[in-house]
T-cell receptor, first 116, second 111 residues
Framework: DARVTQTPRHKVTEMGQEVTMRCQPILGHNTVFWYRQTMMQGLELLAY????????DSGMPKDRFSAEMPDATLATLKIQPSEPRDSAVYFCASGLSSLGRAYEQYFGPGTRLTVT | QQQVKQSPQSLIVQKGGISIINCAYENTAFDYFPWYQQFPGKGPALLIAIRPDVSEKKEGRFTISFNKSAKQFSLHIMDSQPGDSATYFC??????????FGTGTSLTVIP
């Protein structure tokens, strides 16, 4: 049963601390998306990778957020320093891009981040 | 600015009834329109999707109606069941592979 996995599932941290969230895309998928979900803003796209290369991170606050794909089986989203307004559920999704177009996205279970 | 506007925010339907959720957009660069279903504590899951060259797509009890000229699309859930109670998101994808989501509709189906 192929699925996207995310760790940790829950994270509580104090303001100013570094937070790293990890995602393992479905084996064989070549696109990875990071989203943030809040009650106020809904689902927002933070970053998008294809074949491990970042194609779009315009939705991500550059001063404190960074996203990488060290290899095809791992995507990371890092916040440094974290702030209370970063409290949200962060989702990773993966998919298969064909001819440059990404269609179906398979979402992971999310990481619920609380910054106090 | 919300790229995809979704309504209603919440919906209560009797079992066996029809649930209708509407979405509207302005960006003509959107070329793929999926709907996602999300249960509490889970990630969104693709339910059904449509491309703008088709006016309707049906999969089981779920139907997307698409009106390209009005830039609107809607999800119809026929014979709604309590198990359909979830949050539903419409979305739209640009030719640059950016996905924009609606704000979600919380559906409750009363037995």
């Amino acid at each position: 049963d192929a699925r996207v996995t995310q760790t940790p599932r829950h994270k509580v941290t104090e303001m100013g601390q570094e937070v790293t969230m990890r995602c393992q895309p479905i084996l064989g998928h070549n696109t990875v998306f990071w989203y943030r979900q809040t009650m106020m803003q809904g689902l927002e796209l933070l970053a998008y990778f294809r074949n491990r290369a970042p194609l779009d991170d315009s939705g991500m606050p550059k001063d404190r957020f960074s996203a990488e794909m060290p290899d095809a089986t791992l995507a990371t989203l890092k916040i440094q320093p974290s702030e209370p307004r970063d409290s949200a559920v962060y989702f990773c999704a993966s998919g298969l891009s064909s001819l440059g177009r990404a269609y179906e996205q398979y979402f992971g279970p999310g990481t619920r981040l609380t910054v106090t | 600015q919300q790229q995809v506007k979704q309504s209603p925010q919440s919906l209560i339907v009797q079992k066996g009834g029809i649930s209708i959720i509407n979405c509207a957009y302005e960006n003509t660069a959107f070329d793929y329109f999926p709907w996602y279903q999300q249960f509490p504590g889970k990630g969104p899951a693709l339910l059904i999707a449509i491309r703008p060259d088709v006016s309707e797509k049906k999969e089981g009890r779920f139907t997307i109606s698409f009106n390209k000229s009005a830039k609107q699309f809607s999800l119809h859930i026929m014979d709604s069941q309590p198990g359909d109670s979830a949050t539903y998101f419409c979305a739209a994808r640009t030719t640059g592979n950016q996905f924009y989501f609606g704000t979600g509709t919380s559906l409750t189906v009363i037995p």
